[in-house]
T-cell receptor
Framework: GAGVSQSPSNKVTEKGKDVELRCDPI?????LYWYRQRLGQGLEFLIY????????KSGLPSDRFSAERTGESVSTLTIQRTQQEDSAVYLC??????????????FGDGTRLSIL | GQNIDQPTEMTATEGAIVQINCTYQ??????LFWYQQHAGEAPTFLSY????GLEEKGRFSSFLSRSKGYSYLLLKELQMKDSASYLC?????????FGDGTTLTVKP
C-alpha cells in the first residue's frame, strides 16, 4: 500500500512569503506528526494530531507556524512570513495510534524548504 | 524537560559489531524507538523497547534499562549499507523526542 506522501518535495521561496506543506498519511493511521530537521541535526517535534483530540502544538516554534488536519486524513503545515532560519526539511509521519502505543512512526520523504 | 544524548559519530569496519548508546532524561516514558536514516532519506523504524532487556531482530538488537535511562543499539556483521544515521527516540503520551542521531560510517 501507499506510504506517507508529502508535497512539494522541494520548495524555494523568498523571505517573507507564506508556504503551505501537505502530508497524506497512511490510510487508517489515526496519529500524525510534523517534525523539522535542520542539516546534520535530529528531528525537532512540531505538532501531533491524534484522531479527533485537540492537537499537541507544544513544539511549534512561533505563531508564524500553524497546522491543520481534517479528520484522520490530510494535514497541512503553514509557515507565514518565512524567515531564513525556517530553511530545513519538514518531515511528516503517521502511525496506527499515538498515545501509549508501541506503533512505529512511518515517515514521508519530507519537503526540503529553502528560504532565499 | 526532555534530554536525549547520543554520540555524534562512530566508525566501524565491515563485518564487525558496533554498539550505539543512548541516554535519556525525560519527564515521562512510554517506550524507546530506534530509527535508521540514510542521507537524504526519511527515517525508517528499526526497533522498539518498552520493558527492560534485549530485543533481537536479525542483525540488529536493542537494549533498554529504564532505571538507568539507557539504551543501546547493537549492529552485528556490519555491511557497507549500514552506513547511516541512527536516531534514538523516547515516547511519552504519544509524543516522541528524538536525539540528534549518531552517524555511523562503515569502512571496508
Amino acid at each position: 500500500g501507499a506510504g506517507v506522501s508529502q508535497s512539494p518535495s522541494n520548495k524555494v521561496t523568498e523571505k517573507g512569503k507564506d508556504v503551505e506543506l501537505r502530508c497524506d498519511p497512511i490510510s487508517g493511521h489515526t496519529a500524525l506528526y510534523w517534525y523539522r530537521q535542520r542539516l546534520g541535526q535530529g528531528l525537532e517535534f512540531l505538532i501531533y494530531f491524534q484522531g479527533n483530540s485537540a492537537p499537541d502544538k507544544s513544539g511549534l516554534p512561533s505563531d508564524r507556524f500553524s497546522a491543520e488536519r481534517t479528520g484522520e486524513s490530510v494535514s497541512t503545515l503553514t509557515i507565514q512570513r518565512t524567515q531564513q532560519e525556517d530553511s530545513a526539511v519538514y518531515l511528516c509521519a503517521s502511525s496506527l495510534e499515538g498515545r501509549f502505543s508501541n506503533q512505529p512512526q512511518h515517515f514521508g520523504d519530507g519537503t526540503r524548504l529553502s528560504i532565499l | 524537560g526532555q534530554n536525549i544524548d547520543q554520540p555524534t559519530e562512530m566508525t566501524a569496519t565491515e563485518g564487525a559489531i558496533v554498539q550505539i548508546n543512548c541516554t535519556y532524561q525525560t519527564s515521562g516514558f512510554n517506550g524507546l524507538f530506534w530509527y535508521q536514516q540514510h542521507a537524504g532519506e526519511a527515517p525508517t523504524f528499526l526497533s522498539y523497547n518498552v520493558l527492560d532487556g534485549l530485543e533481537e531482530k536479525g542483525r540488529f538488537s536493542s537494549f533498554l534499562s529504564r532505571s538507568k535511562g539507557y539504551s543501546y543499539l547493537l549492529l552485528k556483521e556490519l555491511q557497507m549499507k549500514d552506513s547511516a544515521s541512527y536516531l534514538c527516540a523516547v515516547t511519552n503520551a504519544g509524543k516522541s523526542t528524538f536525539g540528534d542521531g549518531t552517524t555511523l560510517t562503515v569502512k571496508p
